[in-house]
């Protein structure tokens, strides 16, 4: 089920206020600063280059107010293209909805949040339309996707996958989130999906058992995200990565706990770069249990887009107005000529002049040989087609079937 939520189209910066931001108890800073800089990147940032965060921001209430001021200032440093936030409390929501600089920067998904869900922030200037869709669950985790109207064929969704022992749940969500995203050319799906890939929830715990390689929970990835590529291995190699690192961050409790939970998954995208957000340095206090992460992406040699090319001197195509990526409608073929009916009515730009003239002489020649018998030779100019025994060219209709007229 698809809830249609937004889709806006605003790029210029407007002055901002000094001073906190509020919603519903929550104050963030205004980081005047950092937003007028984060602008500036996104500005200079090359076209076909996107930029992503992820970030488990924890539900948690210690030191909320401090740590979540410490992670907008940490992204908008960044100025990534699409943010994908993971448990988000209701007064984060509001704080970020209502904060001048973000607003300003991003159109923010207004998707209802319960005890706590996900957000989606898309850049503005990329004129985002934003859905959610539901996922099978029994923590009521759906999946938010935003289409980048300035960027053709481009889809950025964020999941929140089952969390603790629920293998079988998360497999079913990813089979969700991949049809979701099945008519993508370029898709990024990214957050937190609660497993690790050298390692299955629950290992590090006393009695825990280790899987063999090959039986791992991330070994089913290129089954359920084919195409998808993980840019962390894809740019680091054999680093770990660990995103939720109970060793070095202080509120993950249990030391054994060292897993690489958060993911940014690449369809038709290069990952260039990717890093660890809120690991120490910059951002002070620690703002999530979770470590965020930011991906830099470009267009990969093997996608649709990069292997394009227009021949010299050939004259621009014609725009196109296509449905929505995430709408899936099998395409009807007419039974009466083999044309699929969505392309019925529109011209024939297969067909060459000469092609035409061949044909029109083949019609002359036959109708003179009476084959055709009082064939009449009007044309159809909206369908190029003759209209041999079916009246004048304006009544024929090309929506209809042939047997319908």
Not at 130 to 151: H, N, S, Y
Not at 252 to 265: G, I, K, L, T
Not at 328 to 355: I, L, M, V
Not at 389 to 401: Q, V
Request: with cysteine; net charge neutral.
């Amino acid at each position: 089920m698809l809830r249609f939520l937004c889709a806006v189209s605003q790029l210029g910066v407007p002055p901002l206020r000094r001073g906190l931001q509020i919603g519903s108890g929550l104050g963030l800073p205004q980081l005047e600063a950092e937003a007028n800089a984060s602008a500036l990147t996104m500005a200079a940032r090359p076209e076909a280059t996107l930029t992503v965060a992820t970030w488990n921001v924890w539900f948690g209430r210690q030191h909320m107010e401090q740590r979540y001021s410490a992670l907008l200032r940490t992204l908008l440093r960044r100025a990534p293209d699409v943010v994908g936030l993971q448990e988000v409390v209701p007064a984060l929501a509001d704080a970020l909805r209502a904060h001048e600089a973000v607003s300003a920067l991003y159109e923010v998904s207004p998707n209802a949040i319960g005890s706590y869900g996900c957000l989606l922030l898309a850049r503005r200037a990329l004129r985002p339309h934003i859905v959610e869709i539901d996922l099978p669950t029994d923590m009521g985790r759906t999946l938010l996707v935003a289409e980048l109207a300035a960027r053709p064929g481009v889809a950025v969704a964020t999941v929140h996958l089952e969390s603790l022992d629920s293998e079988r749940v998360r497999g079913e969500q990813l089979a969700v989130a991949a049809r979701a995203l099945g008519g993508a050319a370029h898709a990024v799906l990214m957050g937190d999906f609660n497993f690790d890939a050298t390692r299955t929830w629950g290992e590090w715990r006393d009695g825990g058992v280790a899987r063999s390689p090959g039986a791992l929970e991330n070994d089913a990835l290129p089954r359920l995200l084919p195409h998808f590529v993980d840019a962390w291995p894809v740019v680091r190699g054999a680093e770990p990565g660990f995103t939720f690192d109970g060793a070095i961050n202080p509120y993950a409790h249990d030391p054994s706990e060292r897993m690489r939970y958060d993911r940014v998954m690449a369809k038709g995208l290069r990952p260039e770069h990717i890093e660890l957000l809120g690991n120490g340095g910059e951002a002070q206090p620690v703002p999530s249990d979770h470590f965020g992460l930011f991906a830099t992406l470009v267009p990969s040699a093997a996608s649709p887009t990069a292997r394009a090319q227009t021949p010299p001197h050939a004259p621009p195509a014609e725009p196109a107005t296509a449905p929505s990526l995430l709408v899936h409608a099998a395409t009807k073929t007419d039974e009466a000529d083999g044309q699929p009916t969505a392309a019925r009515g529109q011209p024939n730009t297969s067909r060459t002049p000469g092609a035409r003239l061949a044909w029109l002489l083949v019609v002359i020649l036959a109708c003179a040989a009476g084959l055709l018998g009082g064939c009449c030779l009007s044309w159809c100019s909206d369908a190029e087609r003759p209209c041999c025994g079916r009246g004048r060219a304006s009544e024929y209709h090309p929506h209809k079937r042939e047997n319908d007229l």
